[in-house]
């Protein structure tokens, strides 16, 4: 049974252009969270989604960052005109539910992210 | 504003030897904690986790002590092994309702062998 899968795993882009991180979650999960790591410093939070849905994205800054998950392919997190302070690493994690007793998340490799 | 508020930043133990990483949160609605370790270039991969109805939980060397009242939970690892070395985050959420994941700074744990 794969894990939650991302890539690219490593992504390095100059400043200004785009960058498109994917994630396909864990077999039966549906239910997709993205989070960014900066060097010394826990993760945070920033998305989650359903399929076809934005759950909460409290976390996202508020420009040139947007998250889809949609009905067939990878959920994608965009980031637009990126600059340095988005170098990070990001990862994403699935669950099979939104929450409950039962739910635990799954986290990929994550995808280390250097603009130039 | 940290949700969760972890201690200390590292820790070096002696192979044998007792890790203990502390954690602390505010928001009392808060009733799911797992701990993660991550290891260099790896995603952060579950280790153990505890609610908030029961005080303790053991899976191996590895033991959850939660104190409700408090609002205090902590990881102990025993007989600490070189292989134990990574980081480690301690997270909460309202496991009731939406999933997303607070988590601590993390701490650094070096073994020595």
């Known amino acids: 049974n794969a894990g939650v899968m991302q890539n690219p795993r490593h992504l390095v882009r100059r400043r200004g252009q785009e960058a498109r991180l994917r994630c396909s979650p864990m077999k039966g999960h549906s239910h997709v969270y993205w989070y960014r790591q900066l060097p010394e410093e826990g993760l945070k939070f920033m998305v989650y989604l359903q399929k076809e849905n934005i759950i909460d994205e409290s976390g996202m800054p508020k420009e040139r960052f947007s998250a889809e998950f949609p009905k067939e392919g990878p959920s994608i997190l965009r980031i637009q005109q990126v600059v340095r302070g988005d170098s990070a690493a990001y990862f994403c994690?699935?669950?099979?539910?939104?929450?409950?007793?039962?739910?635990?998340?799954?986290f990929g490799p994550g995808t280390r992210l250097t603009v130039l | 504003q940290q949700q969760v508020k972890q201690s200390p930043q590292s820790l070096i133990v002696q192979k044998g030897g007792i890790s203990i990483i502390n954690c602390a949160y505010e928001n009392t609605a808060f009733d799911y904690f797992p701990w993660y370790q991550q290891f260099p270039g790896k995603g952060p991969a579950l280790l153990i986790a505890?609610?908030?109805?029961?005080s303790e939980k053991k899976e191996g060397r590895f033991t959850i002590s939660f104190n409700k009242s408090a609002k205090q939970f902590s990881l102990h690892i025993m007989d600490s092994q070189p292989g134990d070395s990574a980081t480690y985050f301690c997270a909460a959420n309202r496991g009731s309702t939406l999933g997303r994941l607070y988590f601590g700074r993390g701490t650094q744990l070096t073994v020595w062998p």
């Open positions: 505890i609610r908030p109805d029961v």
């Open positions: 994690a699935s669950s099979p539910q939104g929450g409950g007793p039962a739910d635990t998340q799954y």
